[in-house]
């Protein structure tokens, strides 16, 4: 089992499990995708440890953080991002999401613009997709297979059946950690309740999408493609390269990975952090992909 340790912080009425590691002046803050915690975080977090202090953490109700009375929102999940950054990162910062962490850390971004000196954005989805224009549909599906597995995963040989395909992303501990945090009930609960706060999101992020931020940005959208979904997959990455080119400072590289880039590709989610990190190096010398900017 991994031994990395961290501490609980207060977050507006809740608390959040953190867990800090690397070194250096730079900070750099994770936010995980749905149904996912700071262990998704562990391929990537070796390659970045001498250049940057780094964070990691379980937002409310997930792995080692408190539980939770209700459902979140969204911006629940952003407020308590902020606040988390607010008690334990001194100054600026950089901030890296994944998937629907994107829709927390665009929002969180709102509030600590002042601060960010970089955002990047691993395999997101936007909520111009067209996906999302049948997401309540979606929602009750994905909400009705998510409510069996909350029984079945009381048995952990189910429990290691349903979640093969993160065991063959995650380092053996922590496949073991997800197995034993995440792949629960509670944390099968917590997934429901984040799809369905996902959407009541989007209706809101139509109407008033987040601010965009000031600082430079970066996109990662995965270049591989389920079998039967091109046309979705397709949508989704014309849709990150549109968000990229709205923003003052922003790029889309589409990456040879599926969606945990991090978890895939960490050398070149390590080199693309590094360029945030390194502002003033020469930001043309990408790793590989293709570059939309």
């Known amino acids: ?138 929602t009750a599906k994905i909400d009705k297979g998510l409510a069996v597995a909350q029984v079945l995963t009381r048995f952990r040989p189910f429990r290691r059946l349903a979640s093969g395909n993160m065991r063959r992303l995650f380092p053996p501990d922590t496949y073991e950690a997800m197995l034993a945090e995440n792949l629960t009930p509670a944390g099968i609960a917590q997934t429901r309740s984040e799809v369905k706060a996902v959407a009541a999101a989007i209706p809101r992020f139509r109407a008033r999408p987040p601010a965009l931020p000031r600082c430079e940005a970066l996109v990662l959208s995965a270049g591989h493609t389920p079998k039967g979904k091109a046309e979705i997959y397709t949508g989704i990455r014309e849709h990150q390269r549109r968000y990229a080119e709205s923003l003052p400072d922003g790029r889309c590289e589409v990456i040879d990975s599926g969606h945990f880039i991090q978890a895939e590709q960490p050398h070149v989610v390590a080199a693309a952090l590094g360029r945030l990190l390194r502002p003033h190096a020469d930001t043309r010398t990408h790793g590989p992909g293709q570059d939309f900017g």
């Not at 990537?44 to 250049?51: F, M, T």
């Not at 008690?87 to 850390?105: D, W």
């Not at 709102?110 to 067209?130: F, K, Q, V």
């Open 1 to 138: 089992m991994r031994q990395a340790s961290g501490r609980n912080v207060g977050v507006n009425g809740r608390n959040v499990y953190v867990e800090e590691s690397g070194t250096g002046s730079e900070w750099v803050v994770f936010e995980a995708g749905q149904g996912c915690g700071r262990t998704c975080w562990d391929a990537l977090l070796p390659l970045l440890h001498d250049q940057a202090r780094l964070v990691a953490y379980d937002r409310a109700g997930f792995g080692r953080s408190g539980r939770v009375a209700g459902d979140l929102s969204i911006d629940d999940m952003a407020a308590d991002l902020v606040q988390m950054v607010e008690t334990v990162v001194p100054g600026k910062l950089v901030l890296v999401a994944h998937s629907m962490g994107g829709l927390v850390a665009r929002r969180a971004a709102e509030s600590l613009s002042s601060r960010l000196s970089g955002l990047l954005l691993i395999d997101p989805t936007p909520e111009t997709a067209p996906v999302y224009d049948t997401w309540d549909r979606t």
